[in-house]
């Protein structure tokens, strides 16, 4: 079965700070995996997806970027933080072998700005 | 408008009634619908995923999908306490590149 880890779990970081959150998948090979945002009592942004090594796909214009430099492996960035930038953070994959649009979620980094 | 839009509630539904949960979404050409529930503080987890109009039942689960009216619901038999979380449709958009979420609805079930 999928895990997916992601760390750190909480943090809190000044404005302007830079952000790097880590996201790797364990059970599966090849997964198209996303991020997402969601904010206080607010549903979940799609951030960015992925469909392989060095393939990003960006929804949303914002100071953030993503990157995934191994199979089972994906990050979130910032250079510099803005409030605006707090949240929970979920990184997620496919369910299962066959691409039925079915997600799984990591437990997420809940990352506060001040 | 909003791509997947849902009431944000809360919505309070007394402990053993039937909990109903909607949905609406505007791309036409979508193919595949879900519900997930959020505890709060906590990830998403999927109940169910419809993918043809009508009904799909999972044990006090029940989806119901209608693509002309493009509109999803959930249904939930024997409302528990422990249902009581914040209820998120997604919906794969036409071109099969997304995954979009809708604000959630906040079920409440009062003993």
């Known amino acids: 079965s999928q895990t997916i880890h992601q760390w750190p779990a909480t943090l809190v970081q000044p404005v302007g700070s830079p952000l790097s959150l880590e996201c790797t998948v364990e059970?599966?090979?090849?997964?198209?995996l996303y991020w997402y945002r969601q904010a206080a009592g607010r549903g979940l942004q799609l951030l960015f997806y992925s469909v392989g090594i060095g393939q990003i796909s960006s929804e949303v214009p914002q100071n953030l970027s993503a990157s995934r430099p191994q199979d089972r492996q994906f990050i979130l960035s910032s250079k510099k933080l803005l409030l605006s930038d707090s949240g929970f953070y979920l990184c997620?994959?496919?369910?299962?072998?066959?691409?039925?649009?079915?997600?799984?979620f990591g437990e997420g980094s809940r990352l506060t700005v001040l | 408008q909003k791509e997947v839009e849902q009431n944000s509630g809360p919505l309070s539904v007394p402990e053993g009634a039937i909990a109903s949960l909607n949905c609406t979404y505007s791309?036409?050409?979508?193919?595949?619908f879900f519900w997930y529930r959020q505890y709060s503080g906590k990830s998403p987890e999927l109940i169910m995923s419809i993918y043809s109009n009508g009904d799909k039942e999972d044990g006090r689960f029940t989806a119901q999908l209608n693509k002309a009216s493009q509109y999803v619901s959930l249904l939930i038999r024997d409302s528990q306490p422990s249902d009581s979380a914040t209820y998120l449709c997604a919906v794969i958009n036409s071109s099969a590149s997304k995954i979009i979420f809708g604000s959630g609805t906040r079920l409440s079930i009062r003993p």
């Open positions: 791309d036409r050409g979508s193919q595949s």
């Open positions: 997620a994959c496919i369910r299962g072998p066959s691409n039925t649009g079915e997600l799984f």
């Open positions: 059970g599966t090979s090849n997964p198209n």
